[in-house]
Structure formats: structure tokens, C-alpha cells
Nanobody
Framework: QVQLVESGGGLVQPGGSLRLSCAAS????????MSWYRQVPGKQRELVAT???????NYADSAKGRFTISRDNAKNTVYLQMNSLKPEDTAVYYC??????????????WGQGTQVTVSS
């Protein structure tokens, strides 16, 4: 019913920037919060940043001052602008959204992930 599709990952040198996008589509009535998580092999998935419909944002300490989350409610799309990237930012980045569908069912959805590699 609802799909999240991420894009924008890739290979970047340390100190560089990337912008991730995640577009939600399907039988969407409303989206309360949208988040970005990341995961490296052998470790738990960790929250990077969250934004709710009012524009309130929250960041992991590792992301503060370098990453900016934003959303376009009309397009059901969330973005993650990542600046001053470090090798330790290398991970698969996942989009997550709290969605109420047209049938008024509320569920949590995940995207398929996009690889971000920071390396010289």
C-alpha cells in the first residue's frame, strides 16, 4: 500500500557532501514523522535524524551540525543533506515513515536503503 524509495547515495570523499531523498507513495492520507536511520554490518540500525509534520527536528549527536533533515509535505518526500562527511558515516541509510493510509490504518514503513560510502 505504501512504498518508500530512497535515492542519492554513492561514493564521496571525506569532507564532501551528499543529499539523500526518500519519496513516499501509495495510499497515503498523512505522514506524521519521517526519519533517516543508518546501519553498518554487524551493528544495530541507528537513528540519524527525524522530522515531524510541524517541522520539529531531532538529530543524533553524530549528525548535529553536519546533517540537515527537511521534508516537502506536498510531495511526501524527506531529504537528508549531509555535509563534512567522514569515513565513519559510511553505512546503508534507510528512510522510515509513520504513515496513516486512506483507510485510516497507521503503520510504520521502511525504504530499501541506499549505500553511502565515504572514502578517499
Amino acid at each position: 500500500q505504501v512504498q518508500l524509495v530512497e535515492s542519492g547515495g554513492g561514493l564521496v570523499q571525506p569532507g564532501g557532501s551528499l543529499r539523500l531523498s526518500c519519496a513516499a507513495s501509495g495510499s497515503i492520507f498523512s505522514i506524521y514523522f519521517m526519519s533517516w536511520y543508518r546501519q553498518v554490518p554487524g551493528k544495530q540500525r541507528e537513528l540519524v535524524a527525524t522530522i515531524i509534520g510541524t517541522g520539529y527536528t531531532n538529530y543524533a549527536d553524530s549528525a548535529k551540525g553536519r546533517f540537515t533533515i527537511s521534508r516537502d509535505n506536498a510531495k511526501n518526500t524527506v531529504y537528508l543533506q549531509m555535509n563534512s562527511l567522514k569515513p565513519e558515516d559510511t553505512a546503508v541509510y534507510y528512510c522510515n515513515a509513520d504513515v496513516t493510509t486512506i483507510s485510516r490504518a497507521r503503520s510504520n514503513y521502511w525504504g530499501q536503503g541506499t549505500q553511502v560510502t565515504v572514502s578517499s
